[in-house]
């Protein structure tokens, strides 16, 4: 299984509830799809740079995750039709290596 990561920017309008229930969803995608979720971490409201979708401010949350290459399609095909998630970005985390380099 290839190791995974998933930062999502979440709107700050939507409630603390909402925000927990996106969370649980995609983590029953990541189980569905013969993955396992190996931390979750929310890094709270947070200043962008630059407005993104005229907001100042978002909700950043932490994916990391284990499983097969199509379990990332099937992630962010949800999380495009998600309410409430206005950016996202995947990336494959590097494999452990097998022995010191010298």
Known sequence: MRKFETLLLL??????????????????????EQGVVVEVDNWGMRDLA???????RGFYVRLEYKGPGALVAELERNIRITD??????TVKLADEAAGEVA
């Open 11 to 32: 709107s700050p309008e939507i409630s603390a509830e909402s925000r927990e229930n996106i969370i649980v969803g995609l983590k029953a995608i990541i189980e569905k």
């Open 50 to 56: 630059y407005p993104v979708r005229k907001l100042m």
């Open 84 to 89: 409430g998630i206005f950016k996202f970005v």
